[in-house]
């Protein structure tokens, strides 16, 4: 069997590239076109609109997850739910990795005006629910949680984590926030990791003496000391969350997820 990419898999590639380099907003089936080595036509004869595009990209970028989701099922729970953890985490290098995830955002805004967009955006959000429900589930059978209500929890957990990265990406000055780098003045990062935060959110990110985290990072540790370590039956250990990073990154830089 060949190794080789498929025409699909070359396309959403180029489309993954595209929406790096130019946002959800000014990408046009050119870029896209350009990005993966392939005739506009070719892309039209697949693809009617750039929208019936950018959902198969969304659909491609969700089947991604379950795999890297489900190549982890038979891990311990306690690595899973660190896993799960770190993988929302941005650290201050991922520039091409935050620009993607601000271009998936622009496209999660049209959820409200677009069915299929927001069939898609259900999809993940059902997934990123059910799998933390599957995690908490397994680790109370085996022990090593409490026995808590899994929903709940599980809703807690994916709001929790998804809003740090939304606010990170939102609210800094692209990748490079928390990098000592000021603000011009004109009030775009005041709320940036690295400033005095205007939520309440005081206290996360009291890391010492070394460098001001991401928020991401932050929110991650603080998830860890107020939401995961007291689920923890007596005797059980958590993974540490560079553990947790390290587990559910992409073997590749341009991996989607």
């Known amino acids: 069997m060949s190794d080789e990419p498929s025409a699909a898999d070359e396309i959403m590639d180029g489309v993954y590239r595209a929406l790096r380099a130019h946002g959800y907003a000014d990408v046009t089936m050119q870029d896209i076109a350009d990005e993966c080595s392939k005739s506009k036509s070719l892309l039209h004869y697949h693809y009617d609109t750039k929208e019936d595009l950018l959902v198969a990209f969304l659909d491609h970028v969700i089947s991604d997850s379950e795999r890297r989701i489900a190549a982890h099922a038979d891990d311990p729970p306690a690595e899973r739910l660190a896993g799960f953890i770190g993988w929302f985490v941005f650290e201050p290098g991922a520039v091409d990795r935050e620009a993607f995830h ?9 959820g409200p005006f677009n069915e299929p967009i927001r069939e898609q955006l259900a999809r993940s959000d059902r997934l990123l629910r ?3 429900v599957d995690i908490l589930d397994s680790g109370i059978e085996e022990g090593v949680f409490r026995d808590v209500d899994v929903e709940e929890t599980a809703a807690l957990l994916v709001a929790t984590l998804d809003g740090a990265r939304t606010r990170q990406i939102t609210l800094s000055r692209g990748a490079n926030a928390g990098d000592g780098d000021e603000s ?3 009030g775009s990062d005041a709320d940036a990791p690295g400033r005095e935060p205007s939520d309440d959110t005081s206290g996360i990110g009291d890391t010492g ?6 928020y991401t990072r932050a929110v991650a540790e603080a998830t860890f000391r107020r939401i995961v370590e007291p689920l923890l039956a007596e005797g059980a250990e958590l993974p540490s969350l560079e553990a947790g990073i390290a587990a559910m990154t992409p073997v590749d830089e341009d991996g989607t997820e």
């Open 102 to 110: 601000i271009a998936l955002l622009e496209l999660r805004t049209q």
């Open 130 to 132: 059910s799998t933390v």
């Open 184 to 186: 011009d003045g004109d």
């Open 209 to 214: 003496d070394r460098p001001e985290p991401t």
